[in-house]
């Protein structure tokens, strides 16, 4: 069975959104979990996060970046292509129960997985305050649809070209700092910046929730490839997460991991886009 791909829209230059025919998977996935793709039998297998599904349609949307070989090949297909494999939805889903205020901070790509998880708490009547935020305002997605379950929302750049200008943990700094009661913070983005909200928050004693996204393969947890030490002990990221206490993560051993096949990803990336050019030319 192959998964056909029904929409395609580009969010920015590099991230591109796809709306992909799986009513299995649409059936049973809640907020927080994800699915592991394969484009073909050469290919290899990715994680994403679901961005939003479509019970009645069957349809899971997937948002991710071009940033090596398989996602660039993803990006590349088009409307009424079909994806191989797509399977899940895999990890635990999120714990959603109704608390007083929950901020949840998306960062960059980490404002895709962040939006399902945020939107649960919303239905669940709690307080949502959101913080999303992108390098430069170009790179800047789903403003609008955080917008519409956000009792408040904070937009940050790096550069300042739109929004508060600084880092998402600077403006999460200005609402404790006013005061508020915060109940739990949810974060999802790049590494360096869960670590840093992590760090902010622990000071605070603030529960503090992460979904991590190392290296996966199976997502079963039979190859081991995900492993995390949460709390001094080796955790699964599919199958014990991605979700973890981000205040007991060891992000410097996360950090490590993630960059295990960082030449072999290049080469591979160099060796796609030397073939892509070759047959533009032919």
Same mark, same amino acid.
């Given at each position: &069975?192959?998964?056909?791909?029904? +929409?395609? +829209?580009? $969010?920015?230059?590099?991230?591109?959104? $796809?709306?992909?025919?799986?009513?299995?998977?649409?059936?049973?996935? @809640?907020?927080?979990?994800?699915?592991?793709? *394969?484009?073909?039998?050469?290919?290899?297998?990715?994680? @994403?996060?679901?961005?939003?599904?479509?019970?009645?349609? =069957?349809?899971?949307?997937?948002?991710?970046?071009?940033?090596?070989?398989? #996602?660039?090949?993803?990006?590349?297909?088009?409307?009424?292509?079909?994806?191989?494999?797509?399977?899940?939805?895999?990890?635990?889903?999120?714990?959603?129960?109704?608390?007083?205020?929950?901020? %949840?901070?998306?960062?960059?790509?980490?404002?895709?997985?962040?939006?399902?998880?945020?939107?649960?708490?919303?239905?669940?009547?709690?307080?949502?305050?959101?913080?999303?935020?992108?390098? #430069?305002?170009?790179?800047?997605?789903?403003?609008? +649809?955080? !917008?519409?379950?956000?009792?408040?929302?904070?937009? #940050?750049?790096?550069?300042?070209?739109?929004?508060?200008?600084? /880092?998402?943990?600077?403006?999460?700094?200005?609402?404790?700092?006013?005061?508020?009661?915060?109940? &739990?913070?949810?974060?999802?983005?790049?590494?360096?910046?869960?670590?840093?909200?992590?760090?902010?928050? !622990?000071?605070?004693?603030?529960k503090t929730m992460v979904s991590l996204n190392p290296i996966m393969i199976d997502g079963t947890g &039979? %190859?081991? =490839?995900c492993r995390v030490s949460v709390g001094g002990k080796t955790q699964f990221a %599919?199958?014990? =997460?991605?979700? /973890?206490?981000?205040?007991?993560?060891? /992000?410097?051993?996360? *950090?490590? *991991?993630?960059? #295990?096949?960082?030449?072999?990803?290049?080469?591979?990336?160099?060796?796609?886009?030397?073939? %892509? *050019?070759?047959?533009?030319?032919?």
């Amino acid at each position: &069975m192959a998964y056909k791909i029904m +929409e395609k +829209e580009e $969010l920015s230059s590099d991230v591109k959104l $796809l709306k992909v025919k799986a009513p299995l998977v649409a059936k049973k996935a @809640l907020a927080g979990q994800f699915i592991i793709l *394969r484009i073909d039998e050469s290919g290899e297998r990715i994680p @994403l996060t679901m961005a939003q599904t479509d019970k009645e349609q =069957g349809l899971v949307t997937i948002i991710f970046q071009e940033v090596g070989k398989t #996602t660039n090949q993803l990006g590349a297909l088009e409307i009424g292509d079909e994806i191989l494999d797509f399977v899940g939805p895999l990890g635990k889903p999120t714990h959603v129960e109704h608390l007083g205020t929950v901020i %949840c901070v998306g960062g960059g790509i980490g404002v895709a997985p962040i939006y399902p998880i945020a939107s649960a708490f919303h239905k669940k009547g709690s307080n949502l305050i959101s913080i999303i935020g992108a390098r #430069t305002k170009k790179l800047l997605i789903l403003e609008k +649809e955080m !917008k519409e379950i956000s009792d408040q929302l904070y937009v #940050t750049t790096d550069d300042g070209s739109y929004g508060f200008h600084g /880092f998402v943990t600077e403006m999460l700094q200005k609402l404790i700092d006013d005061g508020l009661t915060i109940d &739990m913070v949810m974060a999802i983005g790049p590494v360096p910046m869960m670590q840093a909200v992590c760090k902010l928050t !622990k000071s605070y004693n603030l529960k503090t929730m992460v979904s991590l996204n190392p290296i996966m393969i199976d997502g079963t947890g &039979m %190859c081991g =490839g995900c492993r995390v030490s949460v709390g001094g002990k080796t955790q699964f990221a %599919c199958v014990d =997460g991605p979700e /973890f206490d981000g205040h007991l993560v060891d /992000f410097v051993e996360l *950090r490590k *991991r993630q960059g #295990t096949f960082r030449n072999q990803e290049n080469k591979s990336t160099k060796k796609y886009d030397q073939e %892509c *050019r070759l047959k533009s030319k032919l």
